[in-house]
């Protein structure tokens, strides 16, 4: 391993770590160094562009799934207060059941007990379970986006990706293009 900071070491290799860098006083062409920048341009928009695409397909997977999981709370939600009212309704029969059996103990015992002890209080009618406000936002919003997939995905415009005289200079190349859909995937 070289020591950038010995002074004995004099060797022509360069230690900061630009060892790949096109040097400005090479003997190649500027045709070279044209083809070189390029290429080097090129690069950089296929990378950009990989990275938007992936990171556009990220996004949507995790929409589907934010979506997917709010549809499982909402069933879950609702087979919860179905669970609820069953049992608070197996909790009234079970009293009721009770006082029955209590009743049936002794004839004298349980005649007395029952008509001094409170009576049992009437089940209340069959009701629904309110639909809380989480619920209708939730089932708002995922309508919405099931309906108009558009609405989804936010329309900010954070402007475009490069200076106006640098999209001047690659108006009309194939870079044009993949600058427009780098915009677009951003």
Known sequence: ???????NDRSNKPCNGFDNVKSYSSNGTIEDDVDYYEKEIERYMQESLGSTQRSKQHLESSEQLGIKTAQDLLAQREQLERTEKNLDDIHRTTQMTQRSLNSLKSVFGGFIKNKFSRAPRDP?????????????KLNKTLNSISENPALSHSSSNSGPTLSEKSRNAIKGTRWEAMDNEIGENL
């Open 124 to 136: 209340p009618a069959e009701t629904n379970i309110p639909i809380s406000q989480s619920d209708n």
């Open 1 to 7: 391993m070289r020591n950038a900071f010995d002074e």
